[in-house]
Every structure is written in structure tokens, then in C-alpha cells.
């Protein structure tokens, strides 16, 4: 079996691609873990419910592709504004109680779509129809929009964290509660804000997952543990981390898959996660 | 009154670190609250910006009574507390703390305003206005934190150990400071233990001894009292 230069090129472009998907749900972990404390164990199946909603609107009733992403990003936020307010929030503090509720939650929100929706493969339709050439490889548009959509929405987080007034509240009162309480900063707001937030990401991180491969009820864990990973590599809090973090991840995973064989494109995230919290504790990008 | 704690208790777990804490603020004074370490004088001031549960007693401020408030709630009524540690935000520059000091200002005009008001009084700020908080000097980092304070326009300022740390200088620059405070018309109630700085500023002065209010009165009565020169001025 030879490997060819267009084998490898499609192999980045493919890596780049889950990437982008890693990002969109790496950025949603990051910032609930900065902000309020805890590791939202059910953010897997917040990105499958997102891609199964926009399945819904868009293979079974028909509607528009890219108006099914936003309205599966609009319904996701709003599921995560509820999960925070009678879930996330009550339990704050009590961590054995919080890790129960949220594993069964993951639980019980994978069997419903699996008992509700019928069984056989689904696959969303392309974002982008058609492929075209650099340097001899061919590259399909959509994994292209795929990736532009990705950074697009990590550049619009990014400028509304840095610019505006409830961005400026959300980063202060990750770096220091007491500070931001001490401004007048509503802690509930900020939470319910960054659940919300984080939640319509990933939505569109598995729209774009599952532009991929085919969706099941059971890839929110996968997407879970990419989502850690990159928060390890990437520094905890740390945009830029998330990004540089997510297209390493994804490029690494596919060029060892390509070489290698696909086990060693499953092995590498734990390698990455025990060297990076042996040699680099603070990630990439990550202060302290 | 502006600010007035009845009988205040606090429990930390089994243990009452404040028991009959009684302490009145009069609008526009300065009033101090001495003590020595584990005293309870951050954990008054805690009280007061809803950081800590009371067992019992009230708290009133500006006619409403506040204990049981969440803190952000009693924020937004003009009490602005700079915490022991200073509390910034280490990886925001000195804008930003300053602007997320300004967050419950709606009128954007009226931030900018308070800004360019701030920038003339710390010049120092000004200068370092890009640089990230946790860069700035321990005097400096105090500035910041007293500034992120006063450009939330507060009617009372809860000062805790705004000396700790500093070097004798930098301790006259905060006196000087305090004053300045006062005479723009905020009330400010001082957590010092440094004592020459709290009683050169401070109209009233309270003194805390594990957990019960000793002494208080004007400043010039305690001084003079044998109490306090004895267990504060060293004299
Ligand atoms: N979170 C807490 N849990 C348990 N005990 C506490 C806590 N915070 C403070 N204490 C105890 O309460 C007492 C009063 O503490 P407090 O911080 O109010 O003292 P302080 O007068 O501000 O002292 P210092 O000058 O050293 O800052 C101390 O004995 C302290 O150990
Ligand atoms: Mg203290």
C-alpha cells in the first residue's frame, strides 16, 4: 500500500477539519471550566444533540442546511440554559453529587435520541458541494467550510470576550470570583451566559462532526474526551490554546491514522494528555 | 447613618470570630477599624458585601437593611469593597480592570469620563494602561485595585489593608490617597493595621480584639487614651 502526497494533503485537510470540531467543543469546556468551576460532563451530548437537531430539520423536514445549524444553535443554547439553571448551578460545590448527576444525564439524554430516532446510519449532506485542486490533491469545498466556520466562530468568541462590556465580565470573573462579585458582576448571569454560549458551539461543532462521519447517540464521549485533551494541551481558559490545540490534535490524529493505522490515531490523545500534564501541567498557552 | 452594623455575629464553621460587632459610619467620614491578625476586621468588611453569611445582627446601609443581600446586589447600591489581596484580574491589563470596574455603568459617555477622571489622579495608571495587572509593581497593583473601585462611583468604599505590603513611601502616598477620596465625598470605612496611617486619616476609629469591639470613638480621644497607645502605637 503506497501512500501517496495527495493521500497525505487530504489527510491535513481532513485532520484541520475535525479540528475545527474539536475547537467548537474544546472552547464550550474551557470556558465553563474557567467560569464556574466544574467540567460539564454532559457537554458530549450537547454537541450530539446539536448535530441530531440539525439532522431533524435538514434530512427529515427539509429545512436549509445552514438555517438548521442556527436554529440547532439557538435550541442548544436555550437546552443549555436549562441544564444550567436546574442542574449545573444548584449542584455547584458538591462534586460527588454534580459528577452522579451530570454521568447520568449523559446517560439518559444518549437513550433518548436513541429511542427516538430510527436506527440506520445518518449523515448530514454536504455543507458545500464539489472539491477542488492545490498541489495535486484534491480537497473537498466542504471540509474547507468546515474549518473556515470553525475559526470564524472562534474569532467572533474571541473579539466578544476581548471588547465588549459582558465579554470583559465573563473573562474577569474567571481569573478572579471574588474580584468580579466585588464589581457587581452577577456570578448566575456570567454561568448562565457561558453555558449558553459554550452549548451553541458545540451544536455547530457537531453539525460539522457530523458533516464527517455518521451520527449516533453515543459520539458526544469521544467528542468529550477531544474537548479535555485540547483543554490540557491547550491551557485551560486559553482561546488562542483551544485553536492551536484542536488543529494539532486533529492533524496529528490523522496523519498517525494514515501511517500508522487508526488505532495509534486513538492512542495519541492520552499519550498527548500524560505528556503535556508531566512536562507542561499549564498547556500550551496557559498561565500558571 | 450611612452605614450601620448592629450587633453582628459570624460563625466560621463552629467557631464565632465576630460576636456584638456594633459600628456606625456617619456620611462623608472616615472611619477606621484597627486590629491586630485574626482580629476579624476583613471578615467584618465581608460581612458587609455579603462575602460571608452572619449568624446574627444587621446590617443598614443608606436606610436598608443589606445583611442577606447577594453581594453583587449590595454593589449596585454604592458599597465597593477593595479586597485583603487585592482581588484583580492578573492577566487583564490595567484598562480592562479598570473597565470591568465601570461594569454597572450603562452610559458609556459617563466611563469614559470617569476614566479620564481616574487617569489624572493615578498618572501612574495611565502610563501602564496596556500592561497586564499582574506586571505591576505592589504599590502599583494597590493603585489599580483602589482605581477598579472608584470608577464604580461608590457612596461607600470598604478599604481593606491598603498598606500591606508597602513600602513606608508608598504608604504616605496611600494616606494621601484616602484623603483624596474623601474630599471628592465617598465615605470610607479603613482596615488598617498600620496604625499611624489609619488614625492620620480616619475621623472615628473602632479597635478589634478577637472577635469584640474594644474601643472606639474620634480618633483624637483614642489616641490620647492609654488603651490604644499602648497596644497600637507602641508608646
Ligand atoms: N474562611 C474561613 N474559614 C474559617 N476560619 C476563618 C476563615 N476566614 C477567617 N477565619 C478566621 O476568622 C478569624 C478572623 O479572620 P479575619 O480574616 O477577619 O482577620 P483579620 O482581622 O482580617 O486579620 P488580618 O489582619 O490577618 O487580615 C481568624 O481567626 C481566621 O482564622
Ligand atoms: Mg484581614
Redesign the pocket.
Known sequence: MDITGQDVAQSIINGLCMGGTYILIGLGLTLILGIMNILQFAHGEVYMIGAFTVYLLSVLNGVNLYVAVVISMITTAILGLILERVLLRPLKGQFLSYVCVTTGLSLILQTTIMLTFSKGTKQLPSLYKGSFEIAGAYVSRERVVAIVIALLLTLILYTFLKRTKYGLAMTASAQNREGALMQGINPNLMSAMVVAIGSALAAVGGALGGSIFNLDPYMGGLAFMKGITLIVIGGLGSIPGAVVGGLLLGVAESLLALFFGAQMGIILPLVLVIAFLIFRPRGLFGHD | MLLEIKDLA?R??G?E??RGVSVEVEEGSVVTLL????????????AITGL?PIASGEIWFDGRRIDGLAPQKIVELGVRHVL?GRALFPYMTVLENLKVGAYLQKDRGKTAQMLKDIFVHFPRLEERQGQQARTLSGGEQQMLTIARALVGGPRLLLL??PS?GLAPLLIREISKIVRNIHERGVTVLL?E?NTRLALDVADRCYV?E??NIVACGLTQELIESDLVRKAYLGA
Open positions: 459570624v466560621y464553621g467557631a470570630v465576630l486590629g491586630g491578625n485574626g482580629a476579624g476586621k476583613s471578615t467584618t468588611l465581608r460571608v485583603e481593606d489593608e500591606l482596615v493595621q478589634l478577637t472577635g
